[in-house]
């Protein structure tokens, strides 16, 4: 059975998708086939002549679904607000009276076991949950139309590196799942959507997530004001946060902010002691690893407390053109087409025009030529900074 997530990581930089409650309808639209790489709608399989027999149950992809509502407007999230019961509709209605509120989506939320993985993910309603997604992710008919009609879909980082192919059947808590899309919400904790009704056989608990968009209201007083009517143990995190601008004061990084010779050089060791080792989607070593995996644990043996996933070792130093890249920077792409502005990949700088990281799944640990394709730009890792993410 899944466990309620208790705790998501807040993002910097990011979108998120939210939803609503699922209700049956007997209707089925079909929106016409799309061949991109986030999904490629079902193809309508015609019935074969077979002798009379006793009727069978239908399979999941060809029951009756849901049509999914063409995309309207979008809705910016700012808070993702998780509790440890269903929310009330007295509470709902308490957080909608907040001043600055626009819209509210409900959702599923739990940790669950796909191919072997454990992946946080969100049941929703398609039909809404589009709406707060990245605009190329919310506009794809046929990627909500897939989810509707039973498919699970996954991050790009959890689909491209983790090997989770389109269309390929993976075992889950219930049974097999089809992966139909893949669809990065930007929100670094959920890496899978499914609908209400597959949800419910998953075993997801019901409406414990809650999704606020506010896109003209300091996030972190509304996350206070909100917070304080709902139960305590209840926790909210800043989604693409509305926040007073910054004093224009140039940030002072003194020579001392930065990782010594010696720091540098146990990373660099611990990192290159682990070549040809395999990559695996959310490892950390010490024997596999994914690419901010890797990160994390050859810094932590130089000392060096790195947060865990990509968008947030993005933010643990001052940005360096790649011209002035040294061994132990940090490299950073971006390679989502679901969402182009998320940060999916990172790799430590060698020297000499290489880097070495684990690049994904079917490949080991290595060091090859730095890519400049999706280049998102080069960090050099403060300790004192990285120690600050979460």
Request: a positive charge; charged letters at 20%; hydrophobic letters at 40%.
């Given at each position: 059975m899944p466990f309620i997530v208790v705790a998501l990581v807040a993002v910097l930089t990011a979108d998120v998708l939210l939803l609503a409650q699922f209700q049956e309808s007997p209707a089925v639209v079909r929106a016409e086939p799309e061949k991109t790489l986030m999904a490629q709608q079902r193809p309508q399989q015609q019935p074969q002549q077979q002798p009379q027999q006793q009727p069978q149950q239908q399979p999941p992809s060809a029951r009756t679904v849901q049509p999914v509502a063409p995309l309207d407007k979008l809705h910016k999230p700012n808070l993702f607000v998780l509790s440890r019961?269903?929310?009330?509709?007295?509470?709902?209605?308490?957080?909608?009276?907040?001043?600055?509120?626009r819209a509210l989506e409900l959702a599923d939320a739990a940790s669950v076991t796909l191919d072997g993985k454990r992946v946080q993910t969100l049941a929703v309603d398609p039909s809404t949950f589009r709406a707060f997604t990245p605009k190329v992710t919310a506009a794809s008919d046929a990627l909500w139309q897939n989810v509707a009609a039973g498919d699970v879909a996954v991050s790009f980082v959890l689909g491209n590196d983790g090997g989770l192919s389109l269309h390929r059947q993976v075992a889950g808590p219930a049974g097999p799942l089809r992966i139909?899309?893949?669809?990065?919400?930007?929100?670094?904790?959920?890496d899978a959507v499914v609908s209400k009704d597959v949800g419910r056989t998953l075993g997801l608990p019901h409406d414990n997530a809650l999704i606020v968009s506010a896109p003209k209201t300091n996030s972190a007083k509304l996350r206070d004001r909100i917070l304080a009517k709902l139960p305590k143990g209840t926790q909210a995190v800043m989604v693409n946060p509305v926040l007073p601008p910054p004093q224009k004061v140039k940030q002072n990084w003194p020579a001392g902010s930065f990782m010594t010779g010696e720091q540098?050089?146990?990373?660099?060791?611990?990192?290159?002691?682990?070549?040809?080792?395999?990559?695996?989607?959310?490892?950390?070593?010490?024997?596999?690893?994914d690419c901010s995996g890797l990160v994390q644990w050859a810094f932590a043996?130089?000392?060096?407390?790195?947060?865990?996933?990509?968008?947030?070792?993005?933010?643990?130093?001052?940005?360096?053109?790649?011209s002035q890249a040294q061994p132990g920077d940090l490299l950073f792409w971006r390679n989502d087409p679901t969402n182009p502005a998320y940060i999916s990949h990172v790799a430590i700088y060698w020297g000499d025009g290489k880097m070495l990281h684990a690049p994904r799944t079917g490949d080991v640990v290595?060091?090859?030529?730095?890519?400049?394709?999706?280049?998102?730009?080069?960090v050099r890792v403060s300790p004192a900074a990285a120690s600050r993410v979460r």
């Open positions: 019961k269903p929310f009330t509709r007295q509470q709902l209605e308490k957080v909608a009276k907040v001043r600055g509120v139909g899309a893949y669809a990065t919400t930007g929100f670094g904790a959920v540098l050089t146990a990373a660099l060791k611990a990192a290159v002691s682990k070549l040809g080792r395999p990559y695996v989607w959310g490892a950390e070593g010490p024997d596999t690893f043996q130089a000392g060096v407390r790195m947060p865990r996933v990509t968008h947030q070792q993005w933010v643990t130093g001052p940005q360096v053109s790649l290595k060091i090859v030529p730095v890519s400049r394709r999706n280049l998102a730009g080069v």
